[in-house]
């Protein structure tokens, strides 16, 4: 292990000239201090306002090889764990690139400088045993450790085959030098972590605002279903108290009509009477979202269910009916009845969209903690500005008679009743529903399966 730098004759530490330093011959081309300090000046201009700390490694390495006419001269910068410096950039007149190198702390000249946070000249690097030898030749050199506050961040390092060619003013010149790139490529890497952590928190804030838009128009949906339940139940209660001697009488006046024309119009009452009990029964349905009786079901077993029962609509043949389900699908806590409500109105609306023909998808899997159920058409979609209303109770596009508007909504207080979620997503030619309900708690699927094992003397 090598002794540190302070302890070596030939290695000495790079301090700013003394004012009474003995000035050394000059045997190169390297400009003094005042010109030094002038390009110094020249490149943190040129700096100023880029914020990328690979482009400032290039443009100083390129400055210093170019206008100071240095052999070699790279920037390492300590990495993300501390333990080593890495070549961020070089140049060389004879290796157009430096090889990526990198050092431990205290390894080499560079890892020994950006240990100890205090610059290195080597005159002669044959004879400091210090010195790691590289692909470039390189015989004398000098090393200042880059800071940013009082951390070092990396080192610089200038070098050259020529033995002896720095010269304390040159350490001086580019102390100078190091300390304002160690300031730009902090300032710059700070900028980096500034604009990163701006991304991330604009992209928290964008997923929180459409968190809570969405929480908000959820609870919306719910407070109106709520206070439209209340309304229609008082309406339809109502209402059914006046249709009740309506119908019994006109039952009764058409058991005994005076003429053919008094029983053709009594008939009518009737119906129409009849008619109206049953919009007002369906009215007093919604209103009363009666509780669910939950067990634990399997959405597949649902879905079953439901497609064999589909062939009633006849009227569509031209409609391609296909399930897609998981065969592991886990069980969920539900109402089964009532989530075969759901999946009949939604299997009924697009039904009702594709007048044409068209496919009916239903896939069901496991999402995480949650059971999903996609309806799937191949209608013509739902337009984006009625997207918000199609849950409103009585929200309908059909015609008179056709369309009730309650299918939705009714799903909607079903599905959230059972701490789930109902969703859209419509383009032309697709229109996904997805119901997705908690998966049952394991100690409840575990109950269920062993129930039919278990009678009343089983273990
Ligand atoms: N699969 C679908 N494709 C296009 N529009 C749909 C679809 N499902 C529902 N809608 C729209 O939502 C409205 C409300 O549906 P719903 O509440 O079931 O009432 P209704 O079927 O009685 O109109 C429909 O009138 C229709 O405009
Ligand atoms: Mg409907």
């Known amino acids: ?16 000239s003394r004012p009474g330093a003995p000035k050394r011959p000059r045997r190169t081309i390297l400009p003094g201090l005042p010109e030094s300090l002038a390009i110094v000046q020249r490149l943190a201009r040129g700096l100023s306002g880029c914020f990328d700390v690979a482009s400032i490694g290039d443009q100083v390495v390129r400055a210093l090889t170019d206008e100071l006419g240095l052999h070699s001269c790279s920037i390492m910068l300590l990495d993300a764990g501390g333990e080593r410096v890495v070549n961020l950039s070089g140049a060389s007149p004879t290796v157009p690139k430096t090889t990526q190198r990198s050092f431990r702390l205290g390894e080499g000249v560079a890892g020994i400088v950006a240990r100890e946070g205090r610059a290195v000249r080597v005159d002669d690097t044959r004879l400091d045993p210090g010195f790691l030898k590289g692909p470039i030749p390189i015989r004398s050199l000098l090393c200042f450790p880059l800071f940013s506050g009082d951390r070092v961040i990396g080192v610089l390092n200038l070098s050259h085959p020529v033995q002896g060619f720095f010269t304390a003013e040159h350490e001086a010149a580019f102390s100078i030098l190091s300390t304002t790139i160690g300031h730009l490529l902090a300032f710059a890497r700070l900028q980096g972590e500034l604009a990163d952590l701006n991304r991330s928190l604009e992209a928290k804030v964008e997923a929180k605002t459409k968190e809570s838009e969405a929480s908000q128009q959820k609870l919306f949906q719910q407070e109106k279903l709520v206070s439209l339940g209340t309304l229609v139940a008082g309406v339809a209660h109502e209402l059914n108290n006046k249709l009740v001697p309506l119908l019994a009488y006109s039952h009764v006046l058409a058991e005994s009509p005076r003429s053919d024309e008094e029983r053709r119009l009594v008939t009518a009452m009737a119906s129409a009477a009849t008619g109206a009990k049953q919009i007002v029964e369906g009215l007093l349905r919604f209103a009363r979202q009666e509780p669910p009786r939950m067990s634990v079901m399997n959405w597949n077993d649902v879905i079953g269910d439901v497609v ?25 806590l539900g109402d089964a009845q009532q989530m075969g409500q759901v999946l009949i109105n939604l299997i009924n609306n697009a039904y009702d969209v594709m007048s044409d023909g068209g496919t009916l998808e239903i896939t069901s899997r496991s999402r995480g903690a949650r059971v999903e159920v996609d309806v799937s058409d191949t209608g013509p979609g739902i337009p984006p500005e009625l997207l918000s209303k199609i849950f409103d109770p009585f929200f309908t596009t059909k015609e008179v008679g056709q369309g009730t508007g309650l299918g939705l909504s009714l799903c909607y207080g079903m599905v959230r009743t059972h701490r789930g979620e109902i969703e859209v997503q419509s383009r032309p030619g697709c229109t996904v529903f997805t119901v997705q309900l908690p998966r049952a708690p394991e100690t409840s699927s575990r109950g269920a399966d062993t129930h039919p094992r278990e009678g009343p003397g089983g273990r």
């Open 308 to 332: 064999e029962w589909l062939p009633y609509r006849k009227d569509k043949p031209s409609i391609t009916v296909r399930t897609v389900l998981d065969p592991d699908l886990p069980p969920v």
């Open 1 to 16: 292990m090598a002794p540190p730098p302070s302890s070596r004759p030939r290695r000495s530490s790079a301090k700013p």
